[in-house]
């Protein structure tokens, strides 16, 4: 059951605990496409994989404090990762000069029989990530 970019509400609620907290603010048609990819970790031995992106979508219902706001910040968590896999490549090999920011171009997810959730994410530079995971959860956002 592939899901391309826009994630389907009954399938992201299957690998998260709280996806509708993003839902809730920027509508329910969300997705990670076009977003800043601002930083990533992975801990071995947690088996987590966390990213953290800044969002610059109109939110629909922002909370009071944060009105006037444009930039928002993101950090979701997977758990039980397994089968990771990166080609991040350095600036030395890039033949642009320097990349400051890395654009999520296409967030691709798939639920495999085994309740597995497969994650396959292509930047605008041509930087991949693959992972799969049993499950997510979003957290600390906040205004950028």
Known sequence: MP???????????????????????????????????????????????????????????????????????????????????SHICSDACRSIPKVNQFVIKSFNMSKSESSRISVKTECETGDTVEFSFESGKVSRIKPW
């Open 3 to 85: 899901v391309n970019g826009k994630l389907i509400k009954e399938f992201v609620m299957d690998g998260f605990s709280n996806w509708f907290v993003l839902e809730n603010i920027f509508g329910e048609s969300f997705d990670l496409n076009g977003k800043e990819l601002y930083d990533m970790s992975l801990c071995l031995f947690k088996k987590e994989f966390r990213i953290s992106i800044i969002i610059e979508d109109s939110a629909v219902n922002l909370p009071r404090k944060w009105v006037g706001r444009e930039k928002f910040f993101a950090e979701i968590s997977f758990y039980n990762v397994e089968d990771f896999s």
